[in-house]
């Protein structure tokens, strides 16, 4: 992470009975817990680590509609209004700003698509500005080079990953909610069917409702009750620089690297959808589903080494719910970084922004993404097992969505009118042989 994760409060004592129980303290989990606390139910989020200590910390922090799926992009637009409406209700702060994300492009292709984009997002409300090449060019001067064209999306923005999950989850506990870290749940109890229960390394929390949104672990821990949810982890390496003067943009994308400038004036940079995908059983169980992605992303996405056994996120064997699970042996996936993706990163950013040269490397890291055959998430209620609602695969998008996520898993939880229609999120759909369109990410 850019900067250091700030710390939260965890709750002394473990409630006998919740009405919701959200197992993962990722982005998603914290917002839908959040959402239901504000609507007076009782809810308890149970995180195996820290709160935001995995991927939700180990992102680029944009907050986009810009070239949205189309079937995130009403999630993507109500989640930014949220951000802003968060930290009015709370008083706490995620970092987040209306800065604008700003593409680069020599791609006629590429320039074409964002123009058609351009055309739909309007239908949904949504204001982009197509830049001309003088335009482009002289936005993007930083870089010293002309540009065939840009886009720029002024009502899109950044939040701060290092903040923004355990500010939320400090406003659950201001609500009457309660956080538990360092507290894996092992399985799920049932009655007549249903859920009635979560299983914890602490003890049983007896509730109705049990959201499971536990990132790149989902599958796994589906996998113990009997669902099937096919589910596969790349690794992204991720390279911090330290701050540097004013004169870079606050956000660049191009087909070759991004960057992001954080609240401290430093910098991430990162290639968007490279990354390792690491073999473990169920990457081979699920191998056939994914072939059309990892086809489509053949250049940026290889083959990787040892860490996802070392995470043991993607485990195939069976959980007792008396004994220690593979979560509780590995309470934080911090995988190591793609030592030649870092290196092509870097060179690729001082490439584009020459003054990078004069900032060096302070950190880097890696992270899972989790992802599934079609790159959008599955959010509703599992047919096989009433009360368990699947929150996961959010594909590399999940943070700057996390607010739309959460209102609308809260929405499924409490039997309140969906915010957006959840239809496109089904996870029912993950049964069907084709696998639909697959979107970027």
């Given at each position: 992470?850019?900067?250091?994760?700030?710390?939260?409060?965890?709750s002394?004592?473990?409630?006998?009975?919740?009405?919701?129980?959200?197992?993962?303290?990722?982005?998603?989990?914290?917002?839908t817990?959040?959402y239901?606390?504000?609507?007076?139910?009782s809810?308890?989020?149970v995180e195996?680590?820290?709160?935001?200590?995995?991927?939700s910390?180990?992102?680029?922090g944009?907050?986009?509609?810009?070239?949205?799926?189309?079937?995130?992009?009403?999630m993507?637009?109500k989640?930014?209004d949220?951000?802003e409406?968060?930290?009015?209700?709370?008083?706490?702060?995620?970092?987040?700003?209306r800065?604008?994300?700003?593409y680069?492009?020599n791609?006629?292709?590429e320039?074409?698509r964002?123009?058609?984009?351009?055309d739909?997002?309007r239908?949904a409300?949504?204001?982009?500005h197509?830049?001309?090449g003088?335009?482009?060019?002289?936005r993007?001067?930083?870089?010293?080079?002309?540009?065939?064209?840009?886009?720029f999306?002024?009502?899109?923005?950044?939040?701060?990953?290092?903040?923004?999950?355990?500010?939320?989850?400090a406003?659950?506990?201001?609500?009457?909610?309660?956080?538990h870290?360092?507290?894996?749940a092992?399985?799920i109890?049932?009655?007549?069917?249903?859920?009635?229960?979560?299983?914890?390394?602490?003890?049983?929390?007896?509730?109705g409702?049990?959201?499971?949104?536990?990132?790149?672990?989902?599958?796994?821990?589906c996998r113990?009750?009997?669902?099937r949810?096919?589910?596969a982890t790349?690794?992204?390496s991720?390279?911090?620089?330290?701050?540097?003067?004013a004169?870079?943009?606050?956000?660049?994308?191009?087909?070759?690297?991004?960057?992001?400038?954080?609240?401290?004036?430093?910098?991430t940079?990162?290639i968007?959808g490279r990354?390792?995908?690491d073999?473990?059983?169920?990457?081979?169980r699920f191998?056939?589903q994914f072939?059309?992605?990892?086809?489509k992303r053949?250049?940026?996405?290889?083959?990787?080494?040892?860490?996802?056994?070392?995470?043991?996120?993607?485990s195939v064997?069976?959980w007792?719910l008396?004994?220690?699970?593979?979560?509780?042996?590995?309470?934080?996936l911090?995988?190591?970084p793609d030592?030649?993706g870092v290196?092509?990163?870097?060179?690729?950013?001082v490439?584009?922004?020459?003054?990078?040269?004069?900032?060096?490397?302070?950190?880097?890291?890696?992270?899972y993404?989790d992802?599934?055959?079609d790159?959008?998430?599955?959010?509703?209620?599992?047919?096989?097992?009433?009360?368990?609602?699947?929150a996961?695969?959010f594909?590399?998008?999940?943070?700057g969505?996390?607010?739309?996520?959460?209102?609308?898993?809260?929405?499924?939880?409490?039997g309140?009118?969906?915010?957006f229609?959840?239809?496109s999120f089904?996870?029912?759909?993950?049964k069907?042989?084709?696998?639909?369109?697959?979107?970027d990410?």
């Amino acid at each position: 992470m850019s900067q250091p994760l700030r710390l939260v409060e965890t709750s002394p004592t473990l409630p006998a009975s919740a009405d919701v129980v959200v197992i993962g303290g990722g982005i998603i989990g914290v917002f839908t817990a959040y959402y239901l606390a504000r609507r007076g139910l009782s809810v308890a989020v149970v995180e195996k680590g820290r709160i935001g200590a995995e991927q939700s910390s180990r992102n680029w922090g944009w907050c986009r509609q810009q070239n949205r799926d189309a079937r995130e992009l009403p999630m993507a637009t109500k989640s930014i209004d949220l951000w802003e409406k968060f930290a009015a209700e709370t008083g706490e702060d995620t970092g987040f700003r209306r800065c604008g994300l700003f593409y680069l492009s020599n791609d006629e292709a590429e320039i074409s698509r964002w123009a058609s984009w351009r055309d739909f997002a309007r239908t949904a409300g949504v204001t982009t500005h197509m830049l001309s090449g003088a335009e482009a060019t002289e936005r993007g001067r930083a870089t010293g080079r002309a540009w065939k064209g840009g886009v720029f999306s002024p009502s899109d923005g950044t939040a701060d990953p290092s903040k923004a999950a355990p500010a939320v989850a400090a406003a659950i506990l201001k609500l009457g909610g309660s956080v538990h870290q360092n507290c894996a749940a092992r399985g799920i109890e049932r009655e007549g069917g249903r859920v009635s229960g979560v299983v914890t390394e602490a003890g049983t929390i007896k509730t109705g409702i049990a959201v499971m949104a536990g990132g790149a672990w989902a599958s796994s821990f589906c996998r113990q009750l009997g669902i099937r949810f096919p589910q596969a982890t790349i690794r992204q390496s991720i390279v911090h620089v330290s701050p540097m003067a004013a004169g870079l943009p606050d956000t660049l994308f191009t087909a070759g690297v991004a960057i992001t400038r954080r609240s401290d004036g430093s910098y991430t940079l990162a290639i968007s959808g490279r990354g390792r995908v690491d073999p473990t059983a169920q990457l081979m169980r699920f191998a056939p589903q994914f072939l059309p992605m990892f086809a489509k992303r053949w250049r940026n996405v290889w083959p990787g080494g040892l860490e996802g056994l070392r995470g043991g996120h993607e485990s195939v064997t069976r959980w007792r719910l008396d004994a220690p699970t593979p979560m509780e042996r590995v309470r934080i996936l911090d995988p190591k970084p793609d030592p030649a993706g870092v290196r092509e990163t870097r060179r690729r950013a001082v490439d584009l922004l020459p003054d990078l040269a004069r900032a060096p490397v302070t950190s880097t890291w890696a992270g899972y993404i989790d992802s599934t055959p079609d790159g959008v998430p599955g959010i509703g209620e599992v047919a096989e097992l009433p009360g368990f609602i699947l929150a996961a695969g959010f594909s590399g998008h999940g943070f700057g969505i996390g607010p739309g996520a959460g209102h609308l898993i809260a929405d499924l939880a409490s039997g309140a009118k969906p915010i957006f229609d959840p239809a496109s999120f089904n996870p029912a759909r993950f049964k069907q042989s084709s696998w639909g369109k697959v979107a970027d990410f």
